[in-house]
């Protein structure tokens, strides 16, 4: 379990996201949705203590993340960026980074940390990419291969900035369900999504963030039907019992 109190952040004296109080429980899927630019980024790598906020606090079973030493809190908190450069090296060998905070120095990788590496590139779906270069790889290849990196730091919590980005329908609908089984194995995955009908079908909880604040947090049907979606993007949302689905209507006064 994660907890947001009362947390501002953003960058240099200019606030992004302000006033926030959440609780992101094990075992969870929560999905982040909001305009560009409103602040889900920021909010992320705030929660994940890769930025200090600019007053409140996030804590992981009452212990502040921003008092851990970073080797402590990568073992306990993981964070997949938007995009990253990671230079000319193999699959194989990008995945395997998600291991350093358990090695010593110098690296040595035990048994557990290469059957570790092995099950996350199995899980990502890239075995047959494993000998190859990142460079050689297409955008969802490289993607697949920066989760499985992810998967391979092997935390209890995970945030993740835009996970299906680069990805076609067929692989966002695989990761998309990799995260709820990994939800479901216990892990507390929170992530920014674009996409509204991803983040509507397949999280417990969706926050919907505007105004720089977090105006809803609330199960998928719920949010749907708040209003919360309708003010952050202008458009009608509802919620079809009968056929299960979410339907998004531009609104005629925007």
């Known amino acids: 379990m994660i907890e947001l109190d009362e947390l501002s952040c953003g960058y240099s004296r200019q606030t992004v996201v302000s006033g926030v109080s959440l609780t992101f429980e094990q075992g969870k899927l929560y999905s982040l949705i909001g305009r560009n630019g409103c602040g889900k980024s920021t909010l992320l790598m705030t929660a994940a203590g890769l930025i200090k906020p600019m007053s409140g606090d996030v804590r992981v079973e009452g212990v502040s993340v921003f008092s851990m030493k970073p080797r402590e809190l990568a073992k306990i908190v993981s964070f997949l960026p938007q995009s990253a450069v990671n230079g000319d090296i193999t699959v194989r060998s990008l995945v395997s980074h ?25 899980k990502a779906g890239i075995r047959e990419l494993a000998g190859r270069k ?14 499985a990196m992810q998967l391979a730091q092997d935390t209890n919590i995970m945030f993740l900035d835009e996970p299906t980005t680069y990805l076609d329908i067929g692989g966002r609908l695989e ?34 963030i505007n105004d720089g604040k977090v105006a809803s947090f609330a199960s998928p049907s719920e949010t749907a039907g708040n209003g919360a979606i309708n003010a952050a993007f202008g458009v009608s949302a509802r919620y079809d019992e009968t056929s299960g ?7 005629n006064d925007q």
Do not use: C
């Not at 689905?245 to 609104?251: I, L």
């Open 134 to 147: 990142i460079s050689e790889l297409s955008g969802g290849q490289r993607q697949k291969a920066r989760i």
């Open 98 to 122: 998600g291991r350093f905070p358990y090695l010593p120095y110098p690296r040595r990788y035990s048994t557990d940390d290469l059957q570790k590496i092995d099950e996350s590139i199995e």
């Open 175 to 208: 990761l998309m369900e990799m995260f709820v089984k990994l939800a479901e194995s216990g892990k507390t995955v929170v992530m920014a999504l674009h996409d509204l009908d991803f983040a509507l079908k397949y999280s417990n909880v969706v926050a919907v």
């Open 245 to 251: 689905q979410y339907f998004f209507e531009r609104r």
